[in-house]
């Protein structure tokens, strides 16, 4: 079973940066797609970004040119790097690692709050 770890949420003040990090225990094997996802109160879960083994990307549009996501394959973590940061940014953000093709898995991290002070 893959366990996975965040740290690095807090309080920012509006423009401010923070840097999240995951890391994955439990496997053996690379993890296909490592990312983060957020979820205010009221709202569904979204992804904020994913990057494969291979190395492709995908942003939300509302992140795109303020967030970096990064990886260490070998060692299966992921790295958010956020600036800019707006109060709309405020959510619970949860790491996530999941495969696509047989066979399939998909686990969450317990979650790390993010909290922007406009």
């Known amino acids: 079973q893959v366990q996975l770890v965040e740290s690095g949420g807090g309080l920012v003040q509006t423009g401010g940066s923070l840097r999240l990090s995951c890391a994955a225990s439990?496997?053996?094997?690379?993890?296909?797609?490592m990312g983060w996802y957020r979820q205010s109160p009221g709202k569904q879960r979204e992804l904020v970004a994913s990057l494969t083994s291979g190395g492709t990307a995908r942003y939300a549009d509302s992140v795109e040119d303020r967030f970096t996501i990064s990886r260490h394959n070998a060692k299966n973590t992921v790295d958010l790097e956020m600036n800019n940061l707006k109060p709309e940014d405020t959510a619970v953000y949860y790491c996530n690692a999941r495969r696509t093709i047989t066979p399939t898995y998909n686990f969450w991290g317990q979650g790390t709050q993010v909290t922007v002070s406009s």
């Open positions: 439990g496997s053996p094997f690379t993890l296909q797609i």
